[in-house]
């Protein structure tokens, strides 16, 4: 068994907010805790009385009163309603609990080091504002209203204005095409629409007004564009509005309509890699309760503190990031490039915005290592305490990586959940240890668990990732699903009543669980499951490889073929010896069954334009699916590549 890779100490738990919030407990005989410090008896608490938890959630954070209804009504999923008597908005609590003068959006841009901050004031003035127009434009409880936007405090903005309103909020970076930001958007219908003129990316500007345009008339309920202008000048057409416009009337008053505890916050979009991206809505009480407990419990976050995760606005990381300003916390917005001018840009940027709490991805730190960057010795990096990690397995060697060139006293906390439910199932606590290549525990109210295929709880063998009991966060329904069948089948069709996630993990009698990928991409060995996120966890952390793609595939004639597909680093070539290096450290790190039938030299690997690799498509184009089959080009970071793929397929024996 390893050793932790961090411990927190007798002082860090007694501070803790999480500790605070057990002592409230008990204080208020609300649980039956005896130890406060006993983060498993809290989580089991939390999961076997549902109901009292989130009340308990909801008086912790003063969130306002909630009568005598009850929390929720129902008893199976999806069948489920939380706090049905209940009015609230997202945006009112938001400004109730900030300190106008302090820092709430901090925006760092490539091509300057000077990063500008809006305070909560100055952001409560421009949302009021904002909201002010939109509801001149007619914009009422409801309606939709969509962003093509880079990373930036106007899509804060615009955000809290839309749902100020009881508006539904929608967003879609600028990397996307408008053919793919119109496949999200266009099931929306939406009245108005929030665009850039253009962005900074990877040292140049990108001017996106043509895109803006063509999205525009891919948009046909549209009656009016926003543009946030900063570098090129506005068309000379009145269907569009200039930023500075929308939001010059500082004498507006914020004023913010309360709705029901389900009523719709906003829509975010599954990948629509294989199909039309699925809406996924989520409720303003929903997310607001959830969000309150991951990011001051789990995550420890107080008004003092800088929330900094790397992202666009087509993640749900971004959501997750914005409600740090819910706990009077400020957060960065930065829409460059990660390694812009220098790999280690991303612990610049922390250092130079006093950035508390830093969030990136296992992609991100393995490029780090394999960059040979020490950041604790480059930038000051004495107010950070916790790196968040999440968007794929992340590998002990990176955790150890965090803990030498970062810094041993910082927790590497890697979390896991999804777009689905706008936050995570597993992660951290600041009063749990961390432990290289697994999550330390389910958060709070998340009654996780592993099912085998017969719907029989499994401890020490891999497992689909189920969630056994309501979660506020859960969808409230899938967009144009009005007989719930999308959102039945999506979830629920396995295990009746119970939410099966489609992850493969182990959760261990001992301590930790260990995430092994996407179930629907499972290999299969002799009957023997193994998880592709095993075999990236070795190979890419080979200096020679930059990174591994590996698919099982079921021949028509029966048999099973395991190649593995490498992208070998600058200079490097995948010669023979190198195969064997690669398969001899499978196999003593991992098992036999883990050495790939063929390791064959690709020219990279395709991702979702959220970073996930396209393992199910590739699968289905070696088994002679032609790329655009299986595949959205809009949704593909490099769709050129699927062709080569292709290519390979009919020149190899794979069907």
Not at 494 to 521: E, F, K, L, M, N
Request: net charge negative.
């Amino acid at each position: 068994m390893a050793d932790p890779v961090w411990t927190p100490t007798a002082r860090q738990i007694a501070d803790a907010r999480i500790t605070d919030f057990a002592a409230w407990l008990c204080r208020h005989q609300r649980a039956d805790i005896s130890v406060t410090t006993d983060y498993a008896a809290l989580w089991r608490w939390s999961v076997e009385d549902v109901e009292q938890f989130w009340m308990a959630i909801w008086d912790y954070f003063d969130v306002g009163d909630r009568g005598t209804g009850p929390a929720l009504a129902g008893d199976r999923m999806p069948e489920v309603h939380w706090f049905p008597e209940i009015e609230l908005n997202y945006v009112e609590y938001l400004f109730r609990h900030s300190d106008p003068d302090r820092p709430a959006v901090v925006e760092v841009d490539e091509d300057t080091d000077t990063p500008r901050t809006l305070t909560f004031g100055e952001l409560r003035t421009r949302v009021a504002a904002l909201a002010q127009t939109l509801r001149n434009l007619g914009v009422d409880r409801g309606d939709r209203v969509v962003g093509y936007l880079p990373n930036t405090a106007e899509t804060v903005t615009a955000f809290l204005a839309t749902a100020s309103l009881g508006a539904v909020w929608a967003a879609c970076g600028q990397d996307y095409a408008p053919v793919g930001a119109a496949h999200r958007f266009a099931q929306l219908e939406p009245r108005v629409l929030v665009a850039a003129t253009g962005y900074h990316y990877g040292g140049r500007h990108h001017d996106k007004r043509q895109a803006v345009e063509e999205l525009r008339r891919l948009l046909p309920s549209v009656q009016r564009t926003l543009l946030v202008d900063r570098d090129t000048g506005l068309p000379d057409d009145p269907h569009y509005l200039s930023w500075s416009e929308a939001t010059a009337d500082a004498s507006a008053l914020l004023s913010t309509e309360p709705v029901p505890f389900d009523h719709p916050l906003w829509v975010v979009f599954s990948s629509g890699t294989t199909g039309q991206p699925k809406g996924l809505v989520h409720g303003h009480g929903g997310v607001l309760l959830e969000h309150l407990k991951a990011l001051a419990l789990h995550f420890d976050l107080a008004h003092t503190d800088r929330l900094f995760w790397y992202t666009t606005p087509s993640w749900m990381m971004w959501n997750f990031q914005l409600s740090a300003l819910l706990l009077g916390a400020s957060i960065v917005c930065y829409a460059g490039s990660p390694t812009h001018r220098h790999v280690d840009t991303i612990w610049r940027i922390t250092a130079q915005t006093s950035t508390t709490v830093l969030g990136t991805s296992p992609g991100y730190v393995l490029a780090c290592e394999k960059g040979a960057c020490t950041p604790r010795d480059a930038h000051d990096l004495t107010m950070l305490r916790t790196v968040g990690v999440t968007g794929a397995p992340f590998p002990a060697a990176s955790a150890h990586w965090i803990a030498t060139h970062v810094g041993a006293d910082i927790p590497a906390v890697s979390i896991t959940g999804g777009t689905d439910v706008v936050t995570a199932f597993l992660g951290g606590a600041p009063t749990v240890a961390t432990w290289p290549g697994q999550l330390s525990c389910p958060w709070l109210g998340v009654a996780v668990d592993a099912f085998d295929d017969t719907g029989a709880p499994v401890r020490d063998a891999v497992g689909e990732l189920v969630v056994t009991a309501p979660l506020p966060s859960m969808p409230v329904v899938l967009w144009n699903d009005p007989d719930q069948r999308k959102y039945r089948e999506a979830y629920f069709d396995t295990y009746p009543g119970v939410w099966r996630h489609g992850d493969w993990v182990t959760i261990t009698t001992a301590r930790g669980i260990t995430v092994h990928g996407r179930s629907d991409a499972t290999l299969n060995r002799n009957g023997i499951r193994i998880g592709s996120a095993d075999i990236y966890d070795i190979v890419e952390n080979l200096p020679e490889i930059t990174e591994a793609l590996v698919i099982g595939v079921e021949r028509p004639d029966g048999s099973y073929w395991m190649p593995m597909f490498v992208v070998p680093a600058p200079g490097q070539m995948i010669d023979d010896e190198m195969k064997n290096r690669i398969c001899h450290r499978l196999r003593s790190e991992a098992s036999n069954r883990h050495v790939p039938d063929d390791i064959i030299t690709a020219p990279g690997i395709p991702h979702t334009r959220t970073g996930k690799k396209l393992e199910v498509p590739i699968k289905r184009i070696l088994l002679g699916h032609k790329p655009t089959d299986v595949a959205d080009p809009a949704t593909v970071d490099q769709f050129e590549l699927l062709d080569w793929y292709a290519h390979h397929a009919t020149s190899s024996t794979t069907t």
